[in-house]
Nanobody, 118 residues
Framework: QVQIVESGGGLVQYGGSLRLSCAVSGIVFDDIYYMGWYRQAPGKQRELVAALTSGAPNHYGDFVRGRFTISRDNSESTVYLWMDSLKLEDTAAYYC???????????WGQGTQVTVSS
C-alpha cells in the first residue's frame, strides 16, 4: 500500500524558515521519476511550488524567487522542501505528489499546513 506522509508544517513568523518532509512508502523509491510539492490556500486553486523530475532541472513556481529548494534523499525515501524568507502569502496547505513511470496522476499525501504570521 502506497503511503505519502507530509510533515514539518506549522506556524512561523514572516521571514522565517521551515523544512517540509514527504516520506514515501509502498513504492520503490528509485522508480519515482517525479516528485512535486504543491500548495493550496483557502479559496485558491492548487499550484505547483517545486518539482523534481529525473533527468531534468528542478522546477519552481514563479513566486518562489529563489527562496525554496526541493531535494530528495533516496536513503530515507523522502523528498524535502526547504523554505526560507517566508511571506504571509506562503500560508497554505502543502501537498506532496509522487509519480512512477506510467502513472501520470501519481499519489498524493494528506497535506501539511504552513501558516506565516506577521
Amino acid at each position: 500500500q502506497v503511503q505519502i506522509v507530509e510533515s514539518g508544517g506549522g506556524l512561523v513568523q514572516y521571514g522565517g524558515s521551515l523544512r517540509l518532509s514527504c516520506a514515501v512508502s509502498g513504492i520503490v523509491f528509485d522508480d519515482i521519476y517525479y516528485m512535486g510539492w504543491y500548495r493550496q490556500a483557502p479559496g485558491k486553486q492548487r499550484e505547483l511550488v517545486a518539482a523534481l523530475t529525473s533527468g531534468a532541472p528542478n522546477h519552481y513556481g514563479d513566486f518562489v524567487r529563489g527562496r525554496f529548494t526541493i531535494s530528495r534523499d533516496n536513503s530515507e525515501s523522502t523528498v524535502y522542501l526547504w523554505m526560507d524568507s517566508l511571506k504571509l502569502e506562503d500560508t497554505a496547505a502543502y501537498y506532496c505528489n509522487v509519480r512512477e513511470r506510467g502513472d501520470p496522476q501519481g499519489h498524493w499525501g494528506q497535506g501539511t499546513q504552513v501558516t506565516v504570521s506577521s
